[in-house]
């Protein structure tokens, strides 16, 4: 049976890496990147089809991949989500900062109504297993409101009841972004000691790519558990 990576949040610094890291690797036989807008980057296994996330609930798979259909190469793929031949994998990385979305309203829009509306979508699609990534910290209960939502967005991806959820938090994440982050360089800089001298693992920098082979690791490896939560400190041996 073929296999399906259904990726969204390919324009941040772990989506980056993780479609590095499907395209290299040689799990899934498809990656279909969901997004806003296409990357310029071309693969044979990469699908890329894009438009107003807000209405992803709408979107039809089918039309979306006929969009972007050249010759019919991708008529098996089509005929194969319809028929629930394939086993389909979703990974989410989604997520934004309250400055640059404008509001915590808007946040709110991205990092839980999105993630939220992709993992409806991905789940009427048949896909068994969704890897998400959270943050440390993520907490339903949290005065901090980045952390409260992340943990509200955690308890309700558990309502799709998929065969396995993988919920990843890592802690400050090194790599190169495509925007600055002030907050996020400042902490980069005064936890550095901790990367150097291998102290507090739960709590130290990790990098982009570690994050990325832990999901496709999570996603692949046979599980015992509908739900579980890998904490950053079990993401640094990657």
């Not at 036989?29 to 807000?54: P, T």
């Not at 896909?127 to 992340?150: C, E, H, Q, R, W």
């Amino acid at each position: 049976m073929k296999k399906i990576a259904i990726i969204s949040g390919t324009s941040g610094l772990i989506g980056m890496q993780l479609l590095h890291q499907l395209i290299k690797g040689d799990q899934y036989d498809y990656i279909i990147s969901v997004a806003r807008r296409k990357l310029a980057l071309k693969h044979e296994k990469l699908v890329q089809i894009s438009g107003d996330l807000a209405g992803l609930k709408n979107w039809v798979i089918e039309d979306k991949l006929r969009e972007e259909d050249i010759g019919g190469i991708y008529f098996p793929l089509v005929a194969a989500i319809n028929e629930r031949v394939v086993e389909i994998h979703a990974f989410c990385s989604l997520g934004t900062t309250i400055k640059a979305a404008g509001s915590k309203e808007k946040f709110y829009q991205v990092d839980h109504d999105l993630v939220i509306s992709f993992a409806n979508w991905v789940k009427k699609l048949g896909a068994t297993k969704l890897i998400y990534v959270s943050s440390l910290g993520a907490d339903p209960m949290s005065n901090v409101f980045y952390s409260k939502v992340k943990g509200e967005t955690e308890e309700d991806l558990k309502v799709f009841s998929f065969d396995y959820l993988g919920i990843i938090q890592p802690s400050i994440l090194l790599g190169t972004r495509s925007e600055f982050r002030f907050g996020e360089e400042v902490a980069k800089i005064l936890m550095k000691p901790l990367v150097w001298f291998k102290l507090l693992k739960k709590y130290r920098p990790i990098r982009d790519y570690q994050v990325a082979k832990a999901m496709i690791h999570h996603a692949n490896e046979p599980k015992q558990v509908k739900v579980q939560v890998v904490p950053s400190s079990e993401i640094q041996d990657f």
